[in-house]
T-cell receptor, first 116, second 111 residues
């Protein structure tokens, strides 16, 4: 079973607040990802990282930012939350060092964000 | 830029075998086919992955024809707990790829 953690699980916050969603993995995986998913809809990649000091934007434009200072930690920050940011945010990691054919993504439980 | 096509939803009954087919007409030579399962309010979970022919593990089988333009996830003897959304993805694991997640197939198992 994969060890990837997200906190908080649920967050209700007012407009304009700065928030950071935490994601940590203990598997030593190089690649990490942030997805945004609305209820009943598909996952959209918003950020990813290939390793320390590497961050890239995904296919869905997002006002959030990420950092990757340590291998195990990939936090996502919203400087000023808005109601349009209300969604579920899923963090994932995968091992690029193993055989390339087994680049399985392991997901955390998600953070459900509600911005009032 | 969707790379896969799956049925939006399927129904079945407990104890039945369920087959979900995914089309990926533009699959590239280096692409692998991976299936994930997602329960409500949880992140997706890896089920099975394959490149060609047949792959089987403790929870499912994956059938891939020679042309690799489609694949079929087979769930034997489903139970109510198999009710979930199932995603089919293709991707090149050797390059800096981005997996594209479609809407998946919502599978509902009835008693």
């Amino acid at each position: 079973e994969a060890d990837i953690y997200q906190t908080p699980r649920y967050l209700v916050i007012g407009t304009g607040k700065k928030i950071t969603l935490e994601c940590s993995q203990t598997m030593g995986h190089d690649k990490m990802y942030w997805y945004q998913q609305d209820p009943g809809m598909e996952l959209h990649l918003i950020h990813y990282s290939y390793g320390v000091n590497s961050t890239e934007k995904g296919d869905l434009s997002s006002e959030s930012t990420v950092s990757r200072i340590r291998t195990e930690h990939f936090p996502l920050t919203l400087e000023s939350a808005r109601p349009s940011h209300t969604s579920q945010y899923l963090c994932a990691s995968s091992d690029s060092g193993a055989a390339a054919s087994t680049d399985t993504q392991y997901f955390g439980p998600g953070t459900r964000l509600t911005v009032l | 830029l969707a790379k896969t096509t799956q049925p939006i939803s399927m129904d079945s009954y407990e104890g039945q075998e369920v087959n979900i087919t995914c089309s990926h007409n533009n699959i590239a030579t280096n692409d692998y086919i991976t299936w994930y399962q997602q329960f409500p309010s949880q992140g997706p979970r890896f089920i099975i992955q394959g490149y060609k022919t047949k792959v089987t593990n403790e929870v499912a089988s994956l059938f891939i024809p020679a042309d690799r333009k489609s694949s079929t996830l087979s769930l034997p003897r489903v139970s109510l707990s198999d009710t979930a959304v199932y995603y089919c993805l293709v991707g090149d694991m050797d390059s800096n790829y981005q997996l594209i997640w479609g809407a998946g197939t919502k599978l509902i198992i009835k008693p």
